[in-house]
Structures are given as structure tokens and as C-alpha cells.
């Protein structure tokens, strides 16, 4: 139907400037789920199966233990420096 031009349009500027996400750990992040989402929401209105393709995207662009790590870090950070305000 019509609604599926909205999901498959703008996937060709998402995958066109896919490249960008060599400029830094934030843009591939940001990249990497809007490629994620590109790819679920066609494998939804398809039904076809990008299950591969979603965890390359997922392991690879976003970096997903890297990720875990950093927020594991930033909120230990964050928590061991309230910690030592409040002492």
C-alpha cells in the first residue's frame, strides 16, 4: 500500500549516507538504530526476514556491548561523584 512508501523512501538516503558513520562512535550509535528500525519496520510490512542483517547493524554499527559499557560507566561515574558531594 501507500503508507509502505514512507517506510521504504527514506531508506535510500539512510543507506546512501550510511558512511557517515565512520566520523565518530556517536554518529555510527545514531546510524546504526535508524538502520535497525529501516530494517524491522520493512521486514514487518514485507514480511520478509532481515534477522541477519538486524543484528550485524546491531553488533557492528551500533556496538551494543560497547554501549552497555558506556552507560554502565558514565552512571558508576556518576553515582561515585554524588557520592563523594554528599560526604
Known amino acids: 500500500p501507500n503508507w509502505t512508501n514512507l517506510i521504504v523512501g527514506p531508506s535510500l538516503f539512510l ?11 556517536g554518529w555510527a550509535f545514531f546510524i546504526g538504530i535508524a538502520l535497525f528500525i529501516m530494517h524491522w519496520m520493512i521486514s514487518v510490512a514485507m ?20 554501549a552497555v559499557y558506556f552507560l554502565a560507566r558514565k552512571l558508576a561515574g556518576s553515582k561515585a561523584s554524588q557520592a563523594l558531594v554528599s560526604a
Not at 15 to 25: D, K, N
Not at 47 to 66: C, G, R, T, W
Open 15 to 25: 543507506e546512501a549516507f550510511a558512511f557517515l558513520a565512520l566520523m565518530g562512535r
Open 47 to 66: 514480511q520478509l526476514n532481515f534477522f541477519a542483517m538486524e543484528m550485524m547493524v546491531l553488533i557492528f554499527v551500533v556496538n551494543v556491548p560497547f
